[in-house]
């Protein structure tokens, strides 16, 4: 861990260091959990469906999911800031698994199947990893600007007020410096 990374670790409370810990664990969970699914999609799916590579399609899109998994347990354990971009990449990637398992069901039954592990799971998980993701960069804004509120939109300027004036030294315009 880099002088910079390992200060700013140092002072993090203890509480947001075991939340980080707990959360990492489990995105790495989840990401053993998702190898296992992923081996018995390629196993179990068909070779050929309407697209000539069906099941290297699934299986490689479950892959990319778990590595975006383990990356955003692996910024979570070094209490980085930066697990905000594997945690959107993991949200933005179980929402379209959820979408295409839907949309791409055979049967009637599939697509229950499909819409059933959509709602109780991978939206639920990508919800989840967004609020990971705001969490993160709310508190890095706390912590940038401290005694700041911090707010989804900056505040507007009250227009009745009129701007500060700075004072004038004199009416007559500024020099330049003269050049050396």
Request: with cysteine.
């Amino acid at each position: 861990m880099s002088d910079a990374a390992s200060a700013g670790a140092r002072d993090i409370p203890p509480g947001v260091r075991r939340r980080a810990r707990r959360l990492a664990w489990a995105y790495l969970i989840v990401a053993v959990g998702l190898i296992v699914w992923t081996v018995f999609l390629a196993l179990s799916l068909p070779k050929e469906n309407l697209e000539q590579h069906y099941r290297l399609t699934w299986t490689g899109f479950d892959l990319i999911e778990v590595l975006a998994i383990c990356l955003t347990a692996y910024w979570a354990f070094r209490l980085d800031a930066r697990v905000v971009f594997p945690a959107t990449v993991v949200a933005t990637l179980l929402i379209a698994d959820a979408w295409f398992d839907v949309t791409t069901s055979a049967t009637a039954a599939d697509a229950t199947q499909a819409l059933i592990l959509a709602l109780l799971v991978e939206l639920p998980a990508a919800a989840f990893s967004l609020y990971v993701a705001h969490r993160v960069v709310r508190r890095v804004r706390e912590r940038a600007h401290p005694g700041h509120v911090t707010s989804p939109h900056p505040p507007v300027p009250d227009r009745a007020q009129a701007p500060p004036v700075l004072p004038a030294e004199s009416s007559a315009p500024a020099e330049l410096p003269p050049e050396q």
